[in-house]
C-alpha cells in the first residue's frame, strides 16, 4: 500500500464533528431508526463516500452519537457535582444538584436522550466502546452514596432487604467493595436510585407526568427526596438537606 496516498487521503476526509453536528440534526428529525449515513450526508452536503469514508456503517455513527450524549450528560452531573461540593454541600445537597443538571441536560438534547434511554434502534447493538461513558452517570450517583457513608450522612435503613447478595462483582468493585452493618444492601439501594431516576426523567422528557401534577420541577425535586430515603439520604426541595 502506498503510504503517502493513505496520508494523503486520511488528510482530506472531512472532521468527525461535522458529520456527527449534521447526524445530529438528523437525529432530531428522524430519530435514531431513520438514521443513516446517506441521511448525514445530504444534510451536510458531503458526498456519502466521504461520510463512509469516516463512518462505514450506521451502527458506527449511532455509537459515535450514543459515546457524545452519554458524555455530555455525564459530564454536566460531574460539573454540577464539582461545584456543589467545591461550595461545602452535604451530600444531600449534592444528590438534588446532579440530578437537577441531568433534567437539564435532558429536557435541552431531548434527541440524544430518546438515543440512549428511549426505545431501542431496531438492529442495533450498543458495543462495549460505550460502557466507559454509560457508567459517568451512575459513578457520579456512587461518588456522593458513598461519600456520604464515609462521612456518616447516611441514616441506617430501617431493614436491610433480606436474601443473598444481588451484586456482580464488577458493581462491587466500582464501589469498593459491600459496605458493613448497617448497610450492607446499600449498592443494590444506590442502583434502585439510579434507575428510578431515569425512570422519572423519562416520565418527564416523554410527557407522562404532564398531566398529572402541577409543576413538574417541582415533582422532580420530590421525587429524587422520595428516592434519596431509600439510600439514607434527607434532601429538601430547596437544596437543603437534614
Do not use: C
Not at 10 to 39: F, M, N, W
Not at 224 to 232: D, K, M
Amino acid at each position: 500500500m502506498d503510504v503517502s496516498v493513505t496520508s494523503s487521503t486520511s488528510e482530506s476526509l472531512p472532521p468527525p464533528e461535522v458529520i456527527k453536528d449534521a447526524a445530529r440534526q438528523q437525529l432530531v428529525r428522524l430519530g435514531g431508526s431513520g438514521l443513516s449515513p446517506e441521511a448525514v450526508a445530504r444534510a451536510s452536503g458531503l458526498s456519502f463516500t466521504e461520510v463512509a469514508a469516516v463512518f462505514p456503517h450506521r451502527d458506527d455513527l449511532l455509537t459515535a452519537l450514543v459515546i457524545d450524549a452519554y458524555d455530555a450528560s455525564g459530564a454536566a452531573m460531574e460539573r454540577a457535582d464539582a461545584a456543589a461540593a467545591g461550595a461545602g454541600a452535604s451530600a444531600g445537597a449534592r444528590l438534588l444538584a446532579v440530578t437537577r443538571a441531568l433534567r437539564e441536560w435532558s429536557f435541552a438534547n431531548t434527541a440524544e436522550f430518546t438515543l440512549i434511554y428511549g426505545s431501542p434502534v431496531p438492529g442495533y447493538h450498543a458495543p462495549q466502546d460505550t460502557v466507559p461513558s454509560a457508567s459517568r452517570t451512575p459513578g457520579v450517583l456512587a461518588g456522593i452514596v458513598r461519600a456520604a457513608l464515609e462521612g456518616g450522612e447516611l441514616t441506617p435503613p430501617r431493614r436491610a432487604v433480606p436474601g443473598p447478595p444481588l451484586l456482580l462483582p464488577a458493581a462491587v468493585e466500582a464501589f469498593g467493595g459491600v459496605p458493613g452493618a448497617p448497610f450492607p444492601d446499600l449498592i443494590e439501594r444506590g442502583i434502585v436510585l439510579w434507575s428510578g431516576l431515569i425512570g422519572l426523567l423519562v416520565f418527564q422528557v416523554f410527557s407522562r407526568t404532564h398531566d398529572s401534577v402541577r409543576d413538574e420541577a417541582a415533582f422532580f425535586d420530590y421525587a429524587v427526596a422520595v428516592a434519596a430515603e431509600s439510600v439514607g439520604l434527607v434532601v429538601t426541595p430547596d437544596g437543603s438537606t437534614g
